[in-house]
């Protein structure tokens, strides 16, 4: 008798903190979405440690050749048989992982991906190269700009795209979650694709304190805010969680300066200070278009002008009531569309739809 399959396999590309459980009932850290989703959706976690201690030497040599992405996914094609859907967190491990059930006899586990970027060139090369598409059933995105890329270039199925507008934890980054009190102050946060230079230019002989958070968990791409001269008025610090968000609590409002990608480079600064109340000003992007509404929600800018970032940043300082207005708005949407319970419930539905078609 063939043994029961377990339900998901669940990627993590990094490394679980063994104090997770406590930093988060410390107050020091929001939920991760791996973590929530894992509730959601039934799932099993492995992450790089867990996929060295399962792979043995040949992980290992996997690990040096290749990398701990490729590791992840190699973990999770040793274990495809036992699992009905393995989910892959983004395509540094979707797009090795589909190579590798390309060549194998036997499938095993149905494939869900996330897709950060895929329209990269490299990428889409091998997609059609060994026609990797087929191997996933279903693409999990954040941006519409991408699902369209994606169902043009490699005829991918729109009805198996999935547009979700990301996630934030909206019980950690509330208003209510911390007392700091509010100063004449401005900020930004993270490092994907963003284009400091342009907004300290914008800022320079604004009278306002401006706070960049040049820093991210996630990018390893550089503090380009180092290549400017920075004026007085602008500091540039790096913060935890819990720092970050009391951060965006004593601010005006939050800018989120980008240069133009095809993806949603800014979306986690953009959630948690929508979700902390605050209006955010920001680059109108190729891939940045589906969460901000114009005017309602928050204000887009074109990407790389200086001079209208200023007027737009002047103009929200002065109008506090607009401010205000907006930054209710973005909160109430937050929560009803992005919160982080929402995305896990909205990924098990996704991880269900396939499942059937293992069952039927």
Known sequence: MTAERRRVLLTVSGTIPADLNDQIA???RPR???LVMAEALGAELVDHVRARETTGRLGRLVERI???NVLLAWSCFRQRRHFEVVFTDGEQVGIPYAAMTRFAGRRGARHIMIVHILTVRKKMALMRALRLASRIDRMV???????DLIATALSYPPDRIVLSPFMVDTTFFAPDAVDTPARRMICSAGLEFRDYPTMVEAVRGLDVEVVLAA???WSKRRDVSGDVEVPANVTVDRFGFADLRALYASAEFVVVP???TDFQAGITTILEAMAMGKAVICSRTRGQVDVIVDGSTGIYVRPGDAAALHTAIANLLDDHDLAARLGRAAREWAVAEADIQTYADEMAGVVDA???MIRS
């Open 258 to 260: 980008l240069v133009d």
């Open 141 to 147: 995105v954040y941006s519409s700009r991408q699902r």
């Open 215 to 217: 820093a991210s968990p």
């Open 32 to 34: 991760p979405d791996y």
């Open 66 to 68: 290749a990398g701990p």
């Open 26 to 28: 410390r107050g020091d």
């Open 354 to 356: 396939v499942a059937r």
